[in-house]
């Protein structure tokens, strides 16, 4: 078990005074057999009404309406988490199942079948063809083939940090050879959908002693959960060449990226110039706690 301070600053700045809409904060993970929320705080430049919910994917959303108007608004989220792993390592994989295809049954497949559809258009088939290229034999057990592919797209592509908001296609992602964190996390969710995987794309934070080796720390981080038949959901980080790694502290997994903004929102009236500003800290705590 590890005890881990995190703290997600966001910050908009315009060049002159705006009132605001409401604001989605998807900045919170929940309680689970993996994370335990210990403290939890959140701070706003501007007064205004929080809710807090759930939505259909089971993700916690806080829904905030700034009050009065600024030329500023931050969000400062503070965690203390206790972070549990489930090493690979540590499972007994029973499922017979391989890659081609993967086998659900009726009941998770009922659950599932909205994962498994791809979201995106492949015209040109980019990806497709670069999918081809990863499949070595038809009975490869699923999880070596993930384990593959998740190393494969973390050796072959080259990690470019961007500060735009979005996420390129995969098909962009394939034919220029590099991307962020969340390009290659949806690379890996779409190109196992056309396999008939159910994949989701997460998002929460990455652990990094002094963000040494590691890919995506200092921000927001992105990566791709699989359902496996004796798994259940799994974590595979391709930026980092990662899978159930006990340095991924998740906070949401959704469809598709649009609908996994850490926060959105709107202003009412003529901003200017603005600039959006990200500032993730991740840290171990020195605290010995009780075991879960």
Not at 185 to 213: D, I, K, Q
């Amino acid at each position: 078990m590890a005890r881990l301070g995190i703290t997600h600053e966001t910050r908009y700045s315009y060049e002159r005074p705006v009132a605001f809409g409401p604001h989605r904060l998807l900045i919170r993970p929940r309680d689970s057999h993996a994370i335990r929320i210990v403290e939890a705080s959140l701070a706003t430049s501007l007064p205004g009404p929080m809710r807090w919910s759930y939505d259909a994917s089971g993700n916690c959303v806080c829904t905030f309406q700034p009050e009065g108007e600024a030329d500023f608004l931050t969000i400062t989220s503070r965690l203390v988490i206790d972070r549990f792993p489930a090493p690979l390592t540590d499972q007994a994989v029973d499922d017979p199942h391989t890659v081609s295809p993967i086998v659900y049954g009726r009941e998770d497949r009922a659950v599932l079948d909205p994962f498994i559809r791809p979201a995106t258009e492949d015209a040109d088939r980019v990806m497709l063809r670069w999918l081809r290229e990863q499949m070595e034999r038809p009975d490869e057990p699923a999880l070596d083939f993930l384990l593959r592919l998740n190393a494969t797209i973390h050796d072959q592509f080259e990690y470019q940090a961007r500060s735009a908001e979005g996420t390129q296609s995969p098909a962009l992602t394939v034919a220029r050879g590099a991307g962020t964190c969340r390009d290659f996390a949806w690379l890996m969710v779409e190109a196992l959908r056309r396999l008939g995987y159910a994949a989701m794309f997460a998002t929460g934070y990455v652990y990094s002693p002094s963000h040494g080796g590691i890919r995506g720390a200092g921000a927001t981080h992105a990566w791709c959960e699989v359902f496996l038949p004796d798994l259940g959901w799994t974590e595979f980080d391709p930026t980092n060449g990662l899978a159930e790694s006990e340095d991924l502290i998740r906070v949401a997994a959704t469809r598709t990226p649009a609908e996994a903004l850490p926060v959105s929102g709107t202003v009412i009236g003529d901003p200017g110039l603005s600039e959006l500003s990200v500032a993730v800290d991740v840290q171990q705590l020195d605290v010995l706690c009780e075991a879960a």
